[in-house]
């Protein structure tokens, strides 16, 4: 694996802790809000989170 990657995946789970270190209780609420939700409303937005995530990736390469 080349280290762009390995640099990637260790700055998605930075992010990914930043919420339930700051606001641990707004954290739980969200992911019980997310668990009451069905799986097309979670399919639809991780599909709007990718295209948004491949449109910054393109738009900082560029």
């Not at 080349?2 to 998605?12: C, H, K, M, R």
């Not at 954290?27 to 910054?56: T, Y």
């Amino acid at each position: 694996m080349s280290q762009e990657w390995l640099i990637a995946l260790g700055l998605v789970l930075v992010l990914e802790g930043l919420l339930p270190t700051l606001a641990p209780k707004s954290w739980k609420k969200m992911v019980s809000d997310m668990a009451s939700r069905s799986d097309g409303q979670l399919r639809a937005v991780g599909l709007v989170m990718m295209i948004v995530g491949l449109v910054w990736v393109f738009l900082v390469i560029e």
